[in-house]
């Protein structure tokens, strides 16, 4: 159960269960873990995962210092690239060249957002596919939207994820995604579609929010604000997964007002807590299985030869 923390008539009533994201992410990493360590015996070395941060945007920081511990909890590399905020596009793309031909390094993801002036362009137009591991360029967004694999975006793939675990039903349900940005909202709305869920993407355009939220089954949230999801606006059992991350004065929250969302929803996912662990072990099954097919070079794309290891870097 959930502890409201809101005062007020509906936080008497709290019934909803708790989605913590921190067991489904223990199980997911103890088999990269293995996964990870079969790797190294089969051959000869660990894959790297790097991570590019252009500029010194705090929470950018400290978002990839988590992806570089829990890098380290699986015994993957993690390599943490740092490129000055006033660097040109063209160094950006030099550098994503230069770890796409990187034997070791089997992932890469880039920190958003970008400087303003850096198009997103210079990164998705530069990755290697295979390297893709986020999901972010058109090869693999084109693989999620026709129901091919690919590399999904772990954020959204959290989202379902953390529901599909937990046992609650998608297909035949109404679900409503509130967002629809390119790393988060669309592809979850896709990956709803893809477990037959009816799926309605609400946006900033939206007028009356609640009079789709009442009808949703289930409700992902990915807006970036902060309160915008009250209990008056959705059915009375609904399923919630709230993906916003804000900071409000020394707190994190997320897009919806707990208190009185989990007096009406049948399940909530915490902020901290929830989305975001599931996300960062998601992410290291992506990277082992890019390491997997870049060793079978079975992947599409410019190849980067296999590293001339044997039983060195573990
Ligand atoms: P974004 O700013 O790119 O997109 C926000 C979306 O919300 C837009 O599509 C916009 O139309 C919609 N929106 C904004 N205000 C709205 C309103 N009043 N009503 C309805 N829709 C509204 O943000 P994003 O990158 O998709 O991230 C969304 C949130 O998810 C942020 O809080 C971000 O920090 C968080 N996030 C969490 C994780 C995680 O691992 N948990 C990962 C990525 C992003």
Redesign the pocket.
Known sequence: MLTASASGPMAASVTARNLAGAPIAAEIKARVKADVAAFRKRNGYTPTLAVVLVGRDAPSAV?LQQILRTCKSVGIDGRLVEIPGRASAARLRNAIVALNEDPLVAGIIVQ?PLPKRIPLTTVTGTLDPAKDIDGIQPINAGHLLLGHSGFLP??AQ?AIEILKRSGIPIAGRRAVV????????KPAALLLLRENATVTV?????TD?GAHLRLADIVV?????PG?ITGEMLKRGAVVVD????VVGDRIV??VDAGSVAAVASALTP?PG???P???ALLMTHLVRAAEAQVRSESPGPRPRRPAVVGGRA
């Open positions: 978002y958003m772990t954020t959290a509130v967002g629809r940005s390119n790393v988060v909202g609400c946006h900033s355009h939206t929010l949230v990915a807006a970036g604000k915008l993906v916003g991350i804000n997320g897009d902020v929830g989305v975001g599931v996300t960062n």
